[in-house]
């Protein structure tokens, strides 16, 4: 049974063009995608959205970078969506991802890395939320 997860692809990919590649890759890794939005986040959704994350050093870079342009939120479903999507992402930091993950392929750095995917089914469904009315996915 499919079941759902979520992405940003973020704005360093956007930038560079790289939205079609990594959504074909996405495609091809056999998930469907229910809901699609290009968005510039506000300051206040992205602290919000990695609200999580508000006590670390990162945390105003990350803030910084997730507001410098448009990224692409998706919502994504497949059999083991979440692991899944982790796993054809790869590593956090692109220098130790494996070849043919999309931060190997796209990513700049560990801040820089091209894309964002849920890292549990609970937190998929808080973050397509934060995104997406249910009645837009379709």
């Not at 510039?40 to 507001?67: C, I, K, N």
């Not at 969506?81 to 054809?88: G, I, M, S, T």
């Amino acid at each position: 049974m499919p079941n759902r997860t979520f992405t940003i692809i973020k704005p360093d990919s956007v930038r560079k063009g790289n939205f079609g590649k990594i959504i074909s890759r996405l495609e091809d890794e056999g998930f469907r995608v229910l809901g699609l939005k290009k968005v510039s986040l506000s300051r206040t959704q992205a602290e919000g959205f990695y609200a999580v994350h508000r006590e670390r050093p990162f945390f105003p870079g990350l803030v910084d970078y997730m507001t410098s342009g448009p990224v692409y939120a998706a919502a994504l479903e497949r059999s083991e969506a979440v692991p899944h999507l982790r796993k054809v992402m790869g590593a956090t930091d692109p220098a130790k991802a494996d070849a043919g993950t999309i931060r190997k392929d796209f990513g700049e750095s560990i801040e820089q890395n091209a894309i964002h995917g849920s890292d549990s089914d609970e937190n998929a469904k808080i973050e397509i939320s934060f995104f997406f009315a249910e009645s837009e996915l379709l």
